[in-house]
Nanobody, 126 residues
Framework: QVQLVESGGGLVQPGGSLKLSCTAS????????MGWFRQAPGKERELVAG????????LYPDFLKGRFTVSRDNGKNELYLQMNSLKPEDTAVYYC???????????????????WGQGTQVTVSS
């Protein structure tokens, strides 16, 4: 049974940083591309970062402008999201996700992912 467990969320002031972690079990983590999504109240769930199992190739949406960095530690079965220069509009529940296939391409849409964590709340406010 695949389990993804996020941690590291919390309250941070605008301009601050936060690092999220996702611990995976029940799958051969090193063989799966992974994604980070977020969902704010009343909005669609959107991809904020993805990382391929192949050479750790990363993918980010243009709107983030380099503020977020995704990484992985295959030895620990962990996925990370370093978030810098946080803004109030980054407030959302953040989810890690895994697809059901081992394609090297990083899936870009919510429907491409099969397994989801429970999410961790990130609130950016002064």
């Amino acid at each position: 049974q695949v389990q993804l467990v996020e941690s590291g969320g919390g309250l941070v002031q605008p301009g601050g940083s936060l690092k999220l972690s996702c611990t995976a079990s029940g799958l051969e983590f090193r063989s799966y591309s992974m994604g980070w999504f977020r969902q704010a109240p009343g909005k669609e769930r959107e991809l904020v970062a993805g990382i391929s199992w192949y050479r750790g190739t990363t993918l980010y949406p243009d709107f983030l402008k380099g503020r977020f960095t995704v990484s992985r530690d295959n030895g620990k079965n962990e996925l990370y999201l370093q978030m810098n220069s946080l803004k109030p509009e980054d407030t959302a529940v953040y989810y890690c996700a895994a697809p059901s296939d081992t394609n090297a391409r990083v899936p870009r849409t919510r429907d491409d992912y099969t397994y989801w964590g429970q999410g961790t709340q990130v609130t950016v406010s002064s």
